[in-house]
């Protein structure tokens, strides 16, 4: 089967600040806005003549807020179109359905603060509006937010999970019009910073929890004990990134300074699915919203990385998902990280002026360093002149030790069949392509990329 990868640059922004954390809008109609948040640590500077003080030398935390609408044009495909000030921003999330008609935007910030914005006018001239916020208590940081809305139902009551600097997981209650937010319960989840806070989408009354102590827990909200179901030490550093797949029930990916990426079976936290060493500590997840398979991480030293993950995990296997492409042009911490639900049209697939990387579905970090890449980086707002040659007569895929496919599923949901080449058939072959934009931002070069990955395969016909 041949079955090959290409990434294309369509834009790279400077957001002056460092930029941590991006999210596209899930709300149907709005899937052309993204969000990005910033934060800048900036030192005080003493007056003229006034002595170097203790004082002086607590850092301020600056943020700001950027909005951006995305038009299938070919060379300037993302328009800012509202910029906010504010504290540093340490995570942003959208509700995945509308409240009250409007789709809203959840914001953890440094100063324990989490925010809601709801979108006003339309899609090319809408605005933030701030709606309600809620104090997660005295000198911390709010670390990370979820929503309950993972599986694009509304439901009722409406949820969100935010972790602090303190340890502290809470659990918040948002009204039907969000105007309002207050906190249902608060708890002592880990004992240095909670990075990450997430629900069980298929249960919500269950939250996870990753702290700086290298424990992954879980909760039952409904318990009044705060004992947790379980704690799990598998990961050897903090636990950064928790996130509970929207189409597969079941199925909860984690990540961690240690560098692995895990997938666990709820049901059973005793042992992972599956262990992925990605080279570098991963700060964010990020499952694909329509291809079940496919997990996009942001592993900070390393780059993004987008995993295929085996629909038959067997944990006494010990699997490994695939890694099928490797985004490693950021040139600082790759922290933000997120799939857009828009379509592509035919203009940015006929575009020649952006950034072209082709490697093989096998093809891992060591194999991308190999290979003849020439890269020209003028600024963070320049297009890239790059080259990826791809090596000619690459094996065919093997498939999973499980019997699961590590290849994308085709229209109909059918898996690809076996390489027939290697068998010494001549069936002819049906082409297949699926085509995704992202969105990733680094921290310390504070630039915005927004590219495509496109992925092409061949199946025998019937």
């Known amino acids: 089967m041949a079955f090959k990868?290409?990434?294309?640059?369509?834009?790279?922004?400077?957001?002056?600040?460092?930029a941590d954390a991006v999210e596209w809008c899930p709300v149907e109609g709005w899937h052309n806005i993204l969000a990005c948040g910033t934060y800048q640590l900036k030192k005080p500077e003493n007056e003229p003549g006034q002595s170097p003080r203790e004082d002086s030398e607590t850092p301020?935390?600056?943020?700001?807020?950027?909005?951006?609408?995305?038009?299938?044009?070919i060379f300037t495909p993302l328009t800012e179109l509202q910029r906010l000030e504010t504290v540093a921003i340490l995570d942003v999330k959208w509700c995945h359905v509308p409240i009250a008609g409007h789709p809203v935007l959840g914001i953890a910030n440094a100063q324990g603060v989490v925010k809601l914005s709801h979108l006003m006018g339309s899609e090319k001239s809408c605005r933030l509006q701030p709606l309600c916020s809620v104090d997660l208590g005295d000198d911390c940081l709010a670390l990370s937010l979820d929503w309950s809305t993972g599986r694009e139902q509304?439901?009722?009551?409406?949820?969100l999970v935010s972790s602090d600097?303190?340890?502290?997981?809470?659990?918040?209650?948002?009204?039907?019009s969000a105007s309002s937010v207050h906190v249902l319960g608060q708890w002592k989840g880990h004992d240095f910073e909670a990075w990450v806070a997430a629900f069980?989408?298929?249960?919500?009354?269950?939250?996870?929890?990753?702290?700086?102590?290298?424990?992954?827990?879980?909760?039952?909200?409904?318990s009044s004990s705060r004992t947790p179901l379980f704690t799990s030490e598998r990961h050897s550093m903090g636990v950064c990134s928790i996130q509970s797949h929207p189409l597969r029930e079941n199925l909860l990916a984690t990540g961690s300074y240690d560098e692995h990426v895990l997938l666990w079976d709820t049901r059973?936290?005793?042992?992972?699915?599956?262990?992925?060493?990605?080279?570098?500590?991963?700060?964010?997840?990020?499952?694909h919203p329509s291809q079940e398979e496919w997990l996009l991480a942001s592993c900070m030293h390393n780059g993004f990385v987008i995993l295929g993950c085996p629909k038959d995990l067997v944990d006494e296997n010990q699997e490994k998902c695939t890694i099928l492409s490797s985004y490693a042009l950021h040139n600082s911490l790759a922290y933000g990280a997120d799939w857009c639900r828009l379509p592509l049209g035919t203009s940015l697939e006929e575009s020649t002026a952006a950034l072209t990387i082709q490697e093989d579905q096998r093809a891992s970090p060591e194999d991308v360093k190999g290979k003849n890449l020439k890269i020209i980086y003028e600024s963070p707002t320049a297009t890239f002149d790059v080259l990826l040659e791809e090596e000619e007569n690459q094996p065919p895929v093997s498939p999973s030790p499980a019997g699961g496919s590590l290849v994308p599923q085709g229209p109909s949901g059918d898996a690809r069949a076996p390489d027939t080449k290697a068998n010494g058939d001549a069936h002819a072959a049906k082409a297949h392509r699926e085509t995704s934009l992202l969105a990733t931002c680094s921290f310390y070069d504070h630039v915005l990329h927004v590219w495509k990955w496109e992925v092409s395969w061949s199946s025998p016909l019937a």
């Open 60 to 73: 301020v935390r600056l943020g700001r807020l950027y909005l951006y609408s995305f038009e299938d044009q």
């Open 154 to 159: 509304c439901g009722h009551p409406l949820r």
């Open 268 to 287: 059973k936290m005793k042992q992972p699915l599956a262990d992925t060493h990605v080279e570098g500590g991963v700060w964010r997840l990020k499952w």
């Open 200 to 222: 069980d989408y298929w249960n919500t009354h269950v939250v996870y929890s990753g702290g700086d102590d290298c424990k992954l827990r879980g909760w039952d909200t409904r």
């Open 165 to 176: 600097s303190k340890g502290r997981v809470s659990l918040l209650s948002v009204d039907e």
């Open 5 to 18: 990868c290409k990434a294309k640059t369509l834009q790279v922004v400077d957001t002056e600040y460092s």
